[in-house]
Every structure is written in structure tokens, then in C-alpha cells.
């Protein structure tokens, strides 16, 4: 094969990768409304959207870090502890929002949320790209402090106290059909898209995860990049709590609780690679897709909840499983 | 002259690695440094990249002393190096590796607030540069991965000789390599030393730098032992200076 019919292949595969990805989500929505004439209602469209809005989120987030050959496991826990100090900080200052309008306390919570979001992705940013501490170690244990600080603040409890408007607007659904949260991660993730595939940053976010020295040694500030990548990871967590806050009305601890492997699950499911230099933000939007229509999909068949989370795990190692075997295959030909 | 070491030296602890060594590369010639493991070759050129600092002596860079406390400094002063890693990012295409650090972003709103690339222009400068090398590369939109040992060599060597003013210097860009292969790395080093620029080899395959060399410098045990021209000496000749079996009697044979 000559080196042009190589490449041609290699973009059809790459192509084809999204392609399979789609494949699959199409069958799995196939096999649900077969299984529940639910499945295609409207009701169920407005919670799996909805539903997907946090996975994806985190996702996108997550799909920065692991192309820059990094992983950040306490996005799930940012995310409670964002919405659990923003609904703290609007509870605790203006409960029962009589002082002030109900939009200013909901305006301070935003802050707070993406606030606390972005300085949790900035220390671990901090400890991986400036103190050298592996990636894994590092938001392993923000995880753990995380998700340690966001019960402390409350005991444990949830916050229903939160402002109402943030529930009005959380689950409003424009012409009935889409809901606002939707349109939100559907801005975020132009921008996402754009900023991955059409910017030096981007660029550099790839080349860093691909070769890292070759990246330094063209005199590149490789730690402020990386820092700015789980900077990004963390802000999305927050983004995702006022999401989570939005659809429930309500600021619990648990509510990032399992979800760094829902979004590493969707980014691994999109191609990218855990090796790092490789994935897109269209695969990662295709990966949230399946993780969230097996969650609800689920659910609206009646199998027991718990079932969720090890079909999301049979489903993470069987999508790196089989990406492995199709690298195996075209370093044979 | 573009590059000239005078009497440089280099003492690790109190090991000497290089004594009053001086050479000198000019524009448009190719200088090979050869010498057994351990001779100075390596530490001879990260002096010159700006990698380690000598402990004596000057680097001339068109007859101005400078000193280099970085690869940057070197960078700056026109001097670029091609190591045995190539530092290629092996899942980007040709073009992105060909800007890595440098990317060319578009001009106006869309460059300058929306921080978009500008690939287009970027894949027309690669275009160009190789031709301007007379080299090819089978595919400009492959990815790195794909292409062979020695199109890499090539991509790496294009790359730097790019961006480089006055000197490049390539370490063991032949050692890794098929014969073909060879062949082809070796018809480009000389192409970049056509465009005007000096090229310091650094090798083990005497067969490789006889090809390319206009001049060939010989190490051993961290002293220059033999300036020999290429055009008239043979591998038995370099053998001996380099194992020794030759004097230093006749250092600078070659004819300036």
C-alpha cells in the first residue's frame, strides 16, 4: 500500500470510528423502543436530554484532560462540592430570599458554583503539572477531599433551600420541547468543539498528550497548558453542579457521586485515548449519548437501578477492549 | 565563518570530557565529528546547543563570542539540533509537526481573538520548505506514525533546517536506519548544507559521513585528534585516528 492510500484509510477509520459509535447508539435506542413504547415519548426525550446535559459536561472536561494524556477522577466530587457551597452560600446569605431578589441570590450562586469548580481544576492542575504528582494520585485524592468537604458542609443532608428560580429555569423546557440545560451544554460544546479543533490551544493540547517532550523541547510552557486543562475540567464540573442543582432543586452531596466514570466511560466510548494525543468532542457528544440512553433507557424497562452502574462498567472496558484490538489489527497490516 | 569553537573544554566533577577542542563549521559545508563512545562527541554538541556550559574556552558565532546558558540562546543565535529521539508527535499529521510551538494562527478577528490556526497557510509553508530542500514526503496530511524511519529522520531534519539560521547539527541521524533509508537522509543533509547552512554530523558510520562530509573531526578521549579532508581520506584512516592507532601528528592536514 503507498503511504496516501495509508492515510486515506486511516481517515476513513477515523471517520468510521464516530460512525460505529453512532451505529451503536442507534441500535441501543432500536432495541429500547421495541422493549418500552415510553421510550420515544416526549417525557422521556426531556429527562434523557436533560440527563445527558451532566455526563456531558463532565465529559467534555474529561475529554481535555485524557487527550493531554492526563485523568481526572474528582470530577464527580467537584461537582458536589460545587453545588453544595453554592447552595450553602445562597442559603445560608439570603434564605428566605426576602432581602434581596431571588435572581441575585441565584446570580451569586452561579459564581460560587463555577468559582469553587475552577480553583478545585486549578489545585489539581497545580499539583500535577507544577509539583509533579501523577495525575491519577492527584484527583484520586481531591475525589476523596472533594467529596469529604461537600458532606461536612451539611452533615450529609441535602439543601432544598436553594433559591426556586434555579429549579424554574433548570427545568424549563423551551417550545416544550428543549430544556434550557440543553441549550447551555449545547453552547459549551461549539465552544469546546472549536477551541479543541480550530486553536494553537487545542494544538497544543493534542501534541502535549502525544509527545510531551517534543512539546517542551520546542520551548512551549507545557505546566501553564496543563494547568489550564484541568482548570477547564474542574470549571465544567461546576457548570455541571448548577445543571444538577437546576434539574432537582436541590444541592446534594451525592450528586456527582459515581460520575467521573460516567464522563470517562463517554470520552473512552468517543475514541479518545487514555494514552493520550487522541479523541474529538463530536465522540465524546456520541459517548454521552450511549452512556445516558442505557441509564435511562434502564430504568424505563425496569431493571433495578444498580444494574446502571456495572453496564456503564461492562461497557467502559469493552469500549477500550475493542479499540485495543483494532490498533492491534492496522499495526499488523 | 558561521560557528567556531576555540579551545572549548568541559570537566564533569573532575573528569575532563573535552580539552581544548576547536572546529569550526562554515555556511554551506557539511563537518562531520566522529570518535569512539565516550570521545566528547555528545558532550561537544550539547555545548553547542546549548544544552551544558563549557568550563573554558569561547563559542564564536560569525566571529562575535557568545555563550549560551540554553537551547533557547542557541535557538536564537541561529544554531538548531536534531536529536536520536526526533521529538515527533507520532498521531499528529506532517504539517502539525512541522509547526510544533510555532503554530501560524490567521491574520485578524479570527487570529487575534478567536485564536484560530491557520492551516492552510501552514500546509503551503511545509509544501514549500520541502521543496526548497528538494525533498518529499509521500503524504503531508499522514500521520507521523505511518511514515517510515526515514521519512521521519527527514520530517525532523526538514523541520529543523527550517527554522535554523546558521547551524544544525544532527546526532547519529543515520544509526537507526535501513540502507534506502540512509541514502535518503543523506542526500538531504547535503541539500540543507546547499541552502546555506553548516551542518555538523555526528556519527558512527564512517561509510555515511565520507558520503556527506566536506570535513571530518576526529575525538578521542575528549581532544581533537585529526581534521581530515573528506575528499581525500579513506575509513582505515579514520579508524586509526579514532582508535588511536594514528597520532595527532598531523592534525589540520585540511586546507582552509
Same mark, same amino acid.
Given at each position: 500500500?503507498?503511504?496516501?492510500?495509508?492515510?486515506?484509510?486511516?481517515?476513513?477509520?477515523?471517520? &468510521?470510528?464516530?460512525?460505529?459509535? /453512532?451505529?451503536?447508539? *442507534?441500535?441501543?435506542?432500536?432495541?429500547?423502543?421495541?422493549?418500552?413504547?415510553?421510550?420515544?415519548?416526549?417525557?422521556?426525550?426531556?429527562?434523557? &436530554?436533560?440527563?445527558?446535559?451532566?455526563?456531558?459536561?463532565?465529559?467534555?472536561?474529561?475529554?481535555?484532560?485524557?487527550?493531554?494524556?492526563?485523568?481526572?477522577?474528582?470530577?464527580?466530587?467537584?461537582?458536589?462540592?460545587?453545588?453544595?457551597?453554592?447552595?450553602?452560600?445562597?442559603?445560608?446569605?439570603?434564605?428566605?430570599?426576602?432581602?434581596?431578589?431571588?435572581?441575585?441570590?441565584?446570580?451569586?450562586?452561579?459564581?460560587?458554583?463555577?468559582?469553587?469548580?475552577?480553583?478545585?481544576?486549578?489545585?489539581?492542575?497545580?499539583?500535577?503539572?507544577?509539583?509533579?504528582?501523577?495525575?491519577?494520585?492527584?484527583?484520586?485524592?481531591?475525589?476523596?477531599?472533594?467529596?469529604?468537604?461537600?458532606?461536612?458542609?451539611?452533615?450529609?443532608?441535602?439543601?432544598?433551600?436553594?433559591?426556586?428560580?434555579?429549579?424554574?429555569?433548570?427545568?424549563?423546557?423551551?417550545?416544550?420541547?428543549?430544556?434550557?440545560?440543553?441549550?447551555?451544554?449545547? *453552547?459549551? #460544546?461549539?465552544?469546546?468543539?472549536?477551541?479543541?479543533?480550530?486553536?494553537?490551544?487545542?494544538?497544543?493540547?493534542?501534541?502535549?498528550?502525544?509527545?510531551?517532550?517534543?512539546?517542551?523541547?520546542?520551548?512551549?510552557?507545557?505546566?501553564?497548558?496543563?494547568?489550564?486543562?484541568?482548570?477547564?475540567?474542574?470549571?465544567?464540573?461546576?457548570?455541571?453542579?448548577?445543571?444538577?442543582?437546576?434539574?432537582?432543586?436541590?444541592?446534594?452531596?451525592?450528586?456527582? +457521586?459515581? !460520575?467521573?466514570?460516567?464522563?470517562?466511560?463517554?470520552?473512552?466510548?468517543?475514541?479518545?485515548?487514555?494514552?493520550?494525543?487522541?479523541?474529538?468532542?463530536?465522540?465524546?457528544?456520541?459517548?454521552?449519548?450511549?452512556?445516558?440512553?442505557?441509564?435511562?433507557?434502564?430504568?424505563?424497562?425496569?431493571?433495578?437501578?444498580?444494574?446502571?452502574?456495572?453496564?456503564?462498567?461492562?461497557?467502559?472496558?469493552?469500549?477500550?477492549?475493542?479499540?485495543?484490538?483494532?490498533?492491534?489489527?492496522?499495526?499488523?497490516? | 565563518?558561521?560557528?567556531?569553537?576555540?579551545?572549548?573544554?568541559?570537566?564533569?566533577?573532575?573528569?575532563?570530557?573535552?580539552?581544548?577542542? +576547536?572546529?569550526?563549521?562554515?555556511?554551506?559545508?557539511?563537518?562531520?565529528?566522529?570518535?569512539?563512545?565516550?570521545?566528547?562527541? +555528545?558532550?561537544?554538541?550539547?555545548?553547542?546547543?546549548?544544552?551544558?556550559?563549557?568550563?573554558?574556552?569561547?563559542?564564536?558565532? $560569525?566571529?562575535?563570542?557568545?555563550?549560551?546558558?540554553?537551547?533557547?540562546?542557541?535557538?536564537?543565535?541561529?544554531?538548531?539540533?536534531?536529536?536520536?529521539?526526533?521529538?515527533? !508527535?507520532?498521531?499528529? $499529521?506532517?504539517?502539525?509537526?512541522?509547526?510544533?510551538?510555532?503554530?501560524?494562527? =490567521?491574520?485578524?478577528?479570527?487570529?487575534? *481573538?478567536? =485564536?484560530?490556526?491557520?492551516?492552510?497557510?501552514?500546509?503551503?509553508?511545509?509544501?514549500?520548505?520541502?521543496?526548497?530542500?528538494?525533498?518529499?514526503?509521500?503524504?503531508?496530511?499522514?500521520?507521523?506514525?505511518?511514515?517510515?524511519?526515514?521519512?521521519?529522520?527527514?520530517?525532523?531534519? /526538514?523541520?529543523?533546517?527550517?527554522?535554523?539560521?546558521?547551524?544544525?547539527?544532527? $546526532?547519529?541521524?543515520?544509526?537507526?536506519?535501513?540502507?534506502?533509508?540512509?541514502?535518503?537522509?543523506?542526500?538531504?543533509?547535503?541539500?540543507?548544507?546547499? #541552502?546555506?547552512?553548516?551542518?555538523?554530523?555526528? +556519527?558512527?558510520?564512517?561509510?555515511?559521513?565520507?558520503?556527506?562530509?566536506?570535513?571530518?573531526?576526529?575525538?578521542?578521549?575528549?581532544?581533537?585528534?585529526?581534521?581530515?579532508?573528506?575528499?581525500? #581520506?579513506?575509513?582505515?584512516?579514520?579508524?586509526?585516528?579514532? #582508535?588511536?592507532?594514528?597520532?595527532?601528528?598531523?592534525?589540520?592536514?585540511?586546507?582552509?
Amino acid at each position: 500500500m503507498t503511504t496516501e492510500a495509508v492515510t486515506i484509510t486511516v481517515k476513513r477509520v477515523a471517520g &468510521s470510528r464516530n460512525l460505529l459509535t /453512532a451505529g451503536v447508539l *442507534v441500535a441501543i435506542c432500536l432495541v429500547f423502543t421495541v422493549l418500552s413504547p415510553f421510550f420515544l415519548s416526549q417525557a422521556n426525550w426531556i429527562n434523557t &436530554s436533560t440527563t445527558m446535559t451532566q455526563i456531558l459536561l463532565l465529559g467534555i472536561g474529561q475529554t481535555y484532560v485524557i487527550i493531554a494524556r492526563g485523568i481526572d477522577l474528582s470530577a464527580g466530587a467537584t461537582l458536589s462540592l460545587s453545588g453544595m457551597v453554592s447552595g450553602a452560600v445562597m442559603y445560608n446569605l439570603f434564605a428566605p430570599y426576602d432581602t434581596v431578589p431571588e435572581g441575585t441570590a441565584a446570580l451569586v450562586g452561579i459564581i460560587i458554583a463555577l468559582a469553587v469548580g475552577l480553583l478545585v481544576g486549578l489545585v489539581n492542575g497545580f499539583l500535577i503539572a507544577y509539583l509533579k504528582i501523577p495525575a491519577f494520585v492527584a484527583t484520586l485524592g481531591m475525589l476523596g477531599i472533594a467529596s469529604g468537604a461537600s458532606y461536612l458542609l451539611t452533615n450529609g443532608q441535602s439543601l432544598s433551600g436553594i433559591p426556586p428560580i434555579i429549579g424554574e429555569v433548570g427545568n424549563h423546557n423551551v417550545v416544550g420541547w428543549i430544556p434550557v440545560p440543553v441549550i447551555i451544554t449545547a *453552547v459549551v #460544546t461549539v465552544i469546546a468543539w472549536y477551541v479543541l479543533s480550530q486553536t494553537r490551544f487545542g494544538e497544543r493540547t493534542y501534541l502535549l498528550g502525544d509527545n510531551p517532550d517534543a512539546v517542551i523541547r520546542a520551548g512551549v510552557n507545557d505546566r501553564r497548558h496543563l494547568l489550564t486543562v484541568y482548570a477547564i475540567s474542574g470549571l465544567l464540573a461546576g457548570l455541571a453542579a448548577l445543571v444538577a442543582m437546576g434539574r432537582l432543586s436541590t444541592a446534594s452531596p451525592t450528586a456527582g +457521586s459515581g !460520575a467521573e466514570l460516567q464522563a470517562i466511560a463517554t470520552v473512552v466510548i468517543g475514541g479518545a485515548s487514555l494514552y493520550g494525543g487522541r479523541g474529538t468532542i463530536g465522540g465524546t457528544v456520541l459517548g454521552a449519548a450511549i452512556v445516558t440512553v442505557l441509564l435511562t433507557g434502564l430504568i424505563i424497562i425496569g431493571v433495578p437501578p444498580f444494574w446502571q452502574v456495572i453496564t456503564v462498567g461492562i461497557v467502559l472496558i469493552a469500549a477500550v477492549f475493542l479499540d485495543q484490538q483494532k490498533e492491534i489489527r492496522a499495526a499488523r497490516k | 565563518m558561521s560557528l567556531a569553537l576555540r579551545d572549548v573544554s568541559r570537566t564533569f566533577g573532575g573528569v575532563r570530557a573535552l580539552t581544548d577542542v +576547536s572546529l569550526e563549521v562554515n555556511r554551506g559545508e557539511v563537518v562531520g565529528l566522529v570518535g569512539d563512545n565516550g570521545a566528547g562527541k +555528545s558532550t561537544l554538541l550539547k555545548i553547542v546547543a546549548g544544552v551544558i556550559q563549557p568550563t573554558g574556552g569561547d563559542i564564536l558565532v $560569525d566571529d562575535l563570542p557568545v555563550s549560551f546558558h540554553s537551547p533557547h540562546d542557541a535557538r536564537e543565535a541561529g544554531i538548531s539540533a536534531v536529536y536520536q529521539d526526533l521529538a515527533l !508527535a507520532p498521531q499528529r $499529521d506532517v504539517v502539525s509537526n512541522f509547526f510544533i510551538g510555532k503554530e501560524m494562527l =490567521r491574520s485578524g478577528f479570527a487570529g487575534k *481573538v478567536l =485564536r484560530r490556526l491557520d492551516r492552510p497557510v501552514m500546509r503551503q509553508r511545509v509544501v514549500s520548505e520541502l521543496n526548497r530542500m528538494k525533498t518529499t514526503l509521500p503524504n503531508i496530511d499522514a500521520e507521523v506514525r505511518y511514515l517510515s524511519g526515514g521519512q521521519r529522520q527527514s520530517l525532523a531534519i /526538514a523541520r529543523a533546517a527550517s527554522w535554523c539560521e546558521r547551524v544544525l547539527l544532527l $546526532d547519529e541521524p543515520t544509526s537507526a536506519l535501513g540502507v534506502a533509508q540512509q541514502a535518503e537522509v543523506l542526500s538531504l543533509i547535503t541539500r540543507v548544507a546547499e #541552502t546555506g547552512i553548516g551542518v555538523l554530523f555526528v +556519527s558512527h558510520q564512517m561509510a555515511d559521513v565520507l558520503a556527506v562530509c566536506d570535513r571530518i573531526v576526529v575525538l578521542r578521549l575528549g581532544k581533537v585528534v585529526a581534521q581530515i579532508n573528506a575528499k581525500t #581520506t579513506s575509513p582505515e584512516e579514520l579508524i586509526s585516528y579514532i #582508535t588511536g592507532a594514528a597520532t595527532p601528528l598531523n592534525t589540520d592536514t585540511t586546507e582552509k
